[in-house]
């Protein structure tokens, strides 16, 4: 948030501001079905809400520093996260995206088992779009890439909190959702663990489907779940190559191998 205004500290109000906080009524803390609009909520009340959180965490970024110069570095930045916001804002039910050090994170709005699927789905979407970024990356000799993807699913409390009467303010999400989702993006791709963890929540609303491939993790004594998200742009590849070595180990056809010999 850009500070654009400065204010001089009065103790005595701060104290009148805490007190009126902390008294205020818990009743306004209402449950909801779905995210509410940013303009419902005022410095008194809140959400009890259905959401998903999604983080997605560039693994190794503090070494870039020792690759490339400051001007590099801004536009890899600045592709990565032009572009997981344009393939962020393309899912209907994504609500609030968020930067985080080097990580970029969406909370979406999920009151239904396939709105939790449709988040998943959009990791993998992610996923590719790396790969997609690091084959133009190799172009120009910059480093490429690699992800952590962490997903996360329940209740959370939307509150709005700052300074009020400032215009300096924010939306938080209270409780372990967000900071799930973060904690596995931390985790993810590392160490040999997969690329995207989610949560024990989220793979209960997820269809047999999509749970293939996945297997459980436990990583500080907490239950995970995780895959390596096929990328269509690496089997793509992939199948590719296959073909050339299958084009190299098909037997000669004697009659065509005939006909191309020189003539005496």
């Not at 001089?8 to 902390?22: H, N, P, T, V």
């Not at 990565?80 to 930067?99: D, G, H, K, V």
């Not at 895959?227 to 992939?238: F, H, N, R, W, Y």
Request: net charge positive; aromatic share 6%.
């Amino acid at each position: 948030m850009e500070v654009t205004a400065h204010y001089s500290y009065d103790a005595e109000k701060g104290i009148e501001r805490i007190d009126a906080i902390l008294n205020s009524d818990v009743t306004q803390m209402v449950e909801k079905p779905s995210i509410q609009p940013r303009k419902n909520l005022t410095y008194s009340n809140g959400f009890f809400v259905n959401i998903t959180s999604l983080f997605i965490d560039i693994i190794g970024a503090d070494d870039l520093n020792d690759k490339h110069k400051s001007t590099t570095i801004a536009k890899i930045h600045r592709s990565f996260i032009s572009e997981c916001y344009a393939l962020l804002m393309s899912e209907p039910t994504i609500r609030e995206i968020n930067l985080f050090g080097d990580s970029i994170w969406g909370i979406f709005d999920t009151p239904n088992q396939s709105d939790v699927e449709s988040v998943i789905k959009m990791a993998g979407k992610l996923n590719t779009l790396v790969e997609m970024l690091n084959t133009r990356l190799k172009k120009k000799r910059y480093s490429e890439l690699s992800v952590g993807i962490g997903v996360d699913s329940g209740r959370s409390l939307m509150v709005k909190a700052g300074f009020s009467g400032s215009g300096l303010n924010d939306v938080i999400w209270m409780g372990d959702v967000v900071s799930g989702a973060r904690d596995m993006a931390a985790f993810a791709g590392r160490s040999g663990l997969p690329t995207l963890l989610i949560s024990e929540r989220v793979s209960q609303h997820l269809d047999a489907k999509l749970k293939k491939g996945m297997r459980a993790l436990l990583i500080n004594k907490v239950k995970y779940y995780g895959a390596d998200i096929k990328c269509p742009l690496k089997e793509a590849e992939e199948a590719k190559s296959e073909e050339k070595k299958a084009e190299g180990k098909k037997p000669i056809d004697d009659k065509k191998a005939a006909d191309k010999k020189p003539k005496k």
